[in-house]
């Protein structure tokens, strides 16, 4: 009776480890920035929201106001500059945060409907994170 040792070999394992990190190390980026994109998308919708808000307070009151604002989510802080006849939102980054670092930067809009960056990666427009 011969007997068959069953199980895998030292080589085996260090080649499915080896293939598992290559995996890893090429889809780990991609996975972040889409997370990160997301994260945008979603700084983006609540200033964009905001805004209405104070449109919509223009509209009855004739002055803008800061009632009913949000001041942002986990990621970004929202930071209105409100005068009576104009005003500008803009979402900073908060410190110690994944977005902390983002190439994107901080988000502004203004009551013109003007949307931009501040302190983002140079070469960056604001239809790269603003979305379109």
Known sequence: MRRTNRGFTLIEILIVVAIIGIIITIGYPSL??????????????????QAQILERSYSLNNAYSAAGLSDGNEFYKITPTIEAQKFLLIAERRAGKAMAADKCGNFRISNTGVRDMVNAKAGLVAKDCWGR
Not at 33 to 47: Q, S, W
Request: charged content about 35%.
């Open 32 to 49: 972040t920035e889409y997370v990160n994109k997301g994260r945008r998308a979603e700084v983006a919708g609540l200033l964009s929201e």
